[in-house]
C-alpha cells in the first residue's frame, strides 16, 4: 500500500528568515494523521534566508539527520563540533541525554536549502554524538546510495534506530528498485524534481508512506533528487 503525502498538504510557515514545509506535524504545526510514520518524526523542508539561522538550541532522545541540498550551513554545538556543510553533506546528530546547538546561513547572498529529519531512537539516554559525511553527485547518480543506518555500513554515517537511508539523482527515465522486506515500511521523500513511484506520480516536496509491498520501483521523469526510508 502507498499513502502518499502530497507537498501542498504539509504544514508550511514563511517566517521572513525561514520558509519551511512540515510534512509531519512540528512545533506549531498539528495534524493528528500525520504525526509520524514508525520512528520516523520529522521531515523539515527548510530554506533558509542568507545571514540568518537557529540561534543556540537544545534537543534530547533524537536521531536528528541533516541533508544540505543548495547552499551552506554553518554548525556549532555542545560537544565542540563545528563546521560549514554544504550539498552532498549529510550530517547525523544523537541528541541523547542532551545537546545545545546553532545552525546558520554563514552566506551574505545565497540561500540555504536543506531537509532536517528526526528519528526516534532505540531507547533513550544514549550519549551525545555526531558525524558528518560527505556524498557526491557521482555516488548517487543512478542508484540508491546508502548515507545512513544502524551499523555504518558502506562509509554511510551511523545511528541508533532501526532504519537505513538511502540517497537517490535520477535522470529522466533511470530506474531503481528497492526490496522491502515483509516486516518493514517505507517513506519516499522528493526534494526535487518528479519521479513515479510503482506508477504513482510524485513531485518535489512529495512523501509517500509505504506498506506490505515487496518490490518498489522508482523512475525519474524529470532529473530527480529523493530520500528513501527502510525502516523497521
Known amino acids: 500500500m502507498i499513502q502518499v503525502r502530497r507537498a501542498d498538504e504539509r504544514g508550511h510557515f514563511d517566517h521572513g528568515w525561514l520558509d519551511t514545509y512540515h510534512s509531519f506535524s512540528f512545533a506549531d504545526y498539528y495534524d493528528p494523521s500525520f504525526m509520524g510514520y514508525r520512528s520516523l518524526r520529522v521531515i523539515n523542508d527548510d530554506r533558509v534566508a542568507p545571514a540568518a539561522g537557529f540561534p543556540t538550541h537544545g534537543h534530547s532522545d533524537m536521531e536528528i539527520v541533516t541533508y544540505v541540498l543548495e547552499g551552506a550551513l554553518q554548525h556549532r554545538d555542545s560537544m565542540g563540533n563545528g563546521s560549514v556543510l554544504r550539498r552532498g553533506h549529510v550530517q547525523r546528530m544523537t541528541a541523547g541525554t542532551g545537546v545545545m546547538h546553532s545552525e546558520f546561513n554563514p552566506s551574505k547572498d545565497e540561500a540555504l536549502h536543506l531537509l532536517q529529519?528526526?528519528?526516534?531512537?532505540?531507547?533513550?539516554?544514549?550519549?551525545?554524538?555526531?558525524?558528518?559525511?560527505?556524498?557526491?553527485?557521482?555516488?548517487?547518480?543512478?542508484?540508491?546510495?546508502?548515507?545512513?543506518?544502524?551499523?555504518?555500513?558502506?562509509?554511510?554515517?551511523?545511528?541508533?534506530?532501526?532504519?537505513?537511508?538511502?540517497?537517490?539523482?535520477?535522470?529522466?527515465?533511470?530506474?531503481?528498485?528497492?526490496?522491502?522486506?515483509?516486516?518493514?515500511?517505507?517513506?519516499?521523500?522528493?526534494?526535487?524534481?518528479?519521479?513515479?513511484?510503482?506508477?504513482?506520480?510524485?513531485?518535489?516536496?512529495?512523501?509517500?508512506?509505504?506498506?506490505?509491498?515487496?518490490?518498489?520501483?522508482?523512475?525519474?521523469?524529470?532529473?530527480?533528487?529523493?530520500?528513501?526510508?527502510?525502516?523497521?
Open 117 to 232: 529529519i528526526w528519528i526516534v531512537p532505540e531507547k533513550r539516554g544514549l550519549a551525545p554524538g555526531y558525524e558528518e559525511k560527505v556524498f557526491s553527485e557521482a555516488d548517487k547518480l543512478g542508484r540508491l546510495k546508502l548515507v545512513a543506518s544502524r551499523d555504518g555500513r558502506d562509509g554511510s554515517v551511523t545511528f541508533r534506530t532501526d532504519a537505513s537511508l538511502y540517497a537517490s539523482i535520477l535522470d529522466p527515465n533511470a530506474r531503481v528498485e528497492h526490496a522491502l522486506a515483509r516486516d518493514r515500511f517505507g517513506w519516499l521523500q522528493i526534494a526535487s524534481g518528479a519521479v513515479t513511484l510503482n506508477g504513482e506520480a510524485l513531485r518535489a516536496g512529495d512523501g509517500a508512506a509505504i506498506s506490505a509491498t515487496p518490490t518498489l520501483e522508482i523512475t525519474g521523469r524529470e532529473r530527480a533528487e529523493l530520500l528513501l526510508f527502510d525502516l523497521g
